[in-house]
């Protein structure tokens, strides 16, 4: 069973920094991009930023020059820098891999993390 789970969530001032990070795990042979997603109370779900299995980055305009994603060596871990944070930055969180493929599978599908709460505020 394939499981993202996410942490680094929390409570910070403006103009603050917090990291995210997200593990999938589940007999992955490969995952093609992972990215964050965040919803906001009473808005759609929103892309963040995006990571390839080759490195390429997407950011969002809202968070470009601020926040930063990456992936760890085992290339089932992301995380998110998220620098110089503004109250409106604030909504849950999600991790999302992107073709995730188990060594049983045929075909890769999309997995969601749980979210973790990030809230902006003095």
């Known amino acids: 069973q394939v499981q993202l789970v996410e942490s680094g969530g929390g409570l910070v001032q403006p103009g603050g920094s917090l990291r995210l990070s997200c593990t999938a795990s589940?007999?992955?042979?490969?995952?093609?991009?992972m990215g964050w997603f965040r919803q906001a109370p009473g808005k759609q779900r929103e892309l963040v930023a995006l990571?390839?299995?080759?490195?390429?980055?997407n950011y969002a305009d809202s968070v470009k020059g601020r926040f930063t994603i990456s992936r760890g060596n085992a290339k089932n871990t992301v995380y998110l820098q998220m620098n110089s944070l503004k109250p409106e930055d604030t909504a849950v969180y999600y991790c999302?891999?992107?073709?995730?493929?188990?060594?049983?599978?045929?075909?890769?599908?999309?997995?969601w993390g749980q979210g973790t709460q990030v809230t902006v505020s003095s």
């Open positions: 999302h891999a992107q073709r995730l493929k188990r060594f049983s599978d045929s075909y890769g599908s999309d997995y």
């Open positions: 990571i390839t299995s080759r490195g390429s980055t």
């Open positions: 589940g007999g992955i042979f490969s995952i093609d991009g």
